[in-house]
């Protein structure tokens, strides 16, 4: 539920529920939610994009927020997300997980399908490759290369410069 803050009710029950343990990011049920589910077994199911959701009360969370939570003390605003730093979606290890903007999340995103050079930011032209980088909605032509390598480096020079370390990893 990211769209908006928990009722000071359900962080209650989320809190007696639910435990999670940092060092390995599994978070348990404390209380059966139901009759099918005992104390003590992993809460939650992976969806259909990789993210372990958990369901209490009939009400579905990410468990990114209810790591936050648990750990913090605070529910995360609704225009923040919950990051994986190593694009893992469901390692939710305390280490791996911090708060962004919409945007920061989008730049730890996985190479597009789409993506033809296998290289982020790198396209290829008649004569060789071309990069460029995208801040804050603003498109950066980064120049035109021989190689791949080339284009590269210059893609990745400008990722440390505007993205610093939300840039995803080579």
């Not at 209650?12 to 104390?39: K, M």
């Not at 020079?157 to 370390?165: E, F, N, Q, S, V």
């Amino acid at each position: 539920m990211k769209g908006k803050t928990p009722s000071s009710n359900t962080l209650r029950l989320l809190r007696e529920y639910l435990n999670y343990d940092p060092v390995n990011g599994i978070i348990q049920w404390t209380i059966s939610p139901q009759l099918a589910i005992p104390a003590g077994t992993r809460a939650g199911t992976i969806s259909l994009f990789g993210y372990r959701k958990i369901l209490l009360k009939r009400r579905s969370y990410k468990a990114t927020r209810i790591a936050h939570f648990l750990m913090t003390g605070q529910w995360p605003a609704p225009d923040v997300d919950v990051d994986h730093i190593n694009g893992n979606r469901s390692d939710d290890r305390w280490v791996n997980l911090r708060l962004c903007d919409r945007s920061q999340n989008m730049i730890n995103s996985k190479l597009r399908k789409n993506n033809k050079t296998g290289v982020r930011g790198v396209h290829t032209t008649k004569t060789g490759y071309r990069a460029r980088i995208d801040k804050d909605g603003k498109g950066y032509y980064l120049g035109s290369f021989a190689t791949i390598e080339e284009a590269k480096r210059a893609y990745d020079a400008a990722a440390a410069r505007l993205h610093g370390d939300y840039r995803r990893a080579a």
